[in-house]
């Protein structure tokens, strides 16, 4: 292997945030496991399957999205929305 | 059947995202596998919820298949399914080269990092600060010592500026090396930070603009296959 200078250690908490370092810092199952937790959350909270609208996407068809929504909303709604 | 997770969950694995609100994946397009396929989605009750219909052809020309599951458990879940990948060889050499994640509840295929970051580059917004975390989730796991694959892998795929001047810094050979590919490498060389965002940047742009010639045929497929719907 070539003869590398000595890499300098990375402060992923400066570079990325807390939030994503911790999650770098995970295995791949304990972030599987984290994940399942999010979507829980995000189901009870009333989160929508469906994908986010994306004109940028080659599948996207507004016609499609309209008609497959399964429960005839596209996710997570603002019902109540305070000042700035 | 023979699949590889690939997608946002993909990128959970790989440590570049928190959720995702579907699963993506790549399949083996030969008949008994698609049959296991159809099997599988059965067994899901999942239907097609959009063009194109569930087809060997179909995915054989690119096109990724939308199923929506309604068995007790997933209902809702959403599964995407392809067989071919802009810039990605077929599924066998894909498969050869996966990575396998033990869970609790079984091993989980999936594509090998490089590929997954190769199928990334879209002309999404959403899908660019992805690969730039599974870059840097892979450093993070790995540490700054690399073998000299790896280190030709960052040198060619890393997108944060800091971390490309850093890893060009302590692999200079390398770097000077893969700079013939990456010419950008340069930039990452010399320091120069603002250079280095600029020219990834213009580099995003080149494989977007990329994609979304690719896709132009087959989006133009896709219309067709919802007007011969409408009728």
Not at chain 2, 35 to 42: H, K, N, Q, T, Y
Not at chain 2, 158 to 173: F, N, Q
Request: aromatic share 6%.
């Amino acid at each position: 292997m070539e003869a590398r200078e000595e890499a300098r250690e990375i402060d992923w908490r400066l570079l990325v945030g807390d939030e994503w370092a911790e999650w770098y810092a995970m295995t791949p199952a304990e972030r599987l496991e984290a994940s399942s937790k999010l979507w829980q959350t995000y189901l009870q909270l009333g989160g929508s399957l469906d994908p986010e609208p994306d004109s940028q996407s080659p599948f996207y068809s507004e016609e499609e999205r309209r008609a497959f929504a399964p429960h005839g909303r596209s996710g997570l709604r603002v019902v109540r929305r305070g000042g700035v | 059947m023979r699949s590889l997770l690939m997608g946002d969950q993909g990128c959970v694995l790989y440590g570049a995202a928190e959720f995702s609100r579907d699963t993506d994946v790549v399949v083996l397009s030969d008949d008994d596998n698609l049959d296991r396929l159809g099997s599988a989605v059965g067994e899901l009750r999942a239907d097609v919820i959009a063009v194109p219909p569930f087809e060997k052809r179909h995915l054989e020309a690119g096109h990724s298949v939308h199923f929506r599951c309604h068995a007790a458990g997933v209902e809702g879940m959403r599964l995407d399914v392809m067989a071919r990948i802009r810039g990605l060889p077929g599924f066998d050499p894909l498969w050869e080269r996966r990575s396998t994640i033990e869970t609790d509840d079984g091993p989980i295929d999936v594509l090998a990092l490089p590929d997954l970051v190769t199928a990334k580059k879209t002309q999404l917004d959403k899908d660019w600060p992805m690969i730039a975390r599974l870059l840097e989730a892979d450093y993070a796991a790995c540490g700054p010592q690399a073998d000299s694959v790896r280190l030709a892998f960052w040198l060619q795929e890393l997108r944060t500026p800091s971390l490309l001047i850093e890893v060009a810094r302590s692999g200079a050979h390398a770097a000077q090396a893969e700079s013939a590919a990456r010419p950008l490498l340069t930039h990452a060389l010399a320091g120069d930070a603002n250079a280095l965002a600029t020219a990834l940047r213009v580099e995003e742009d080149r494989e977007r603009e990329a994609d979304r010639k690719y896709w132009d045929p087959l989006r133009a497929e896709l219309e067709e296959l919802r007007c011969a719907r409408r009728g």
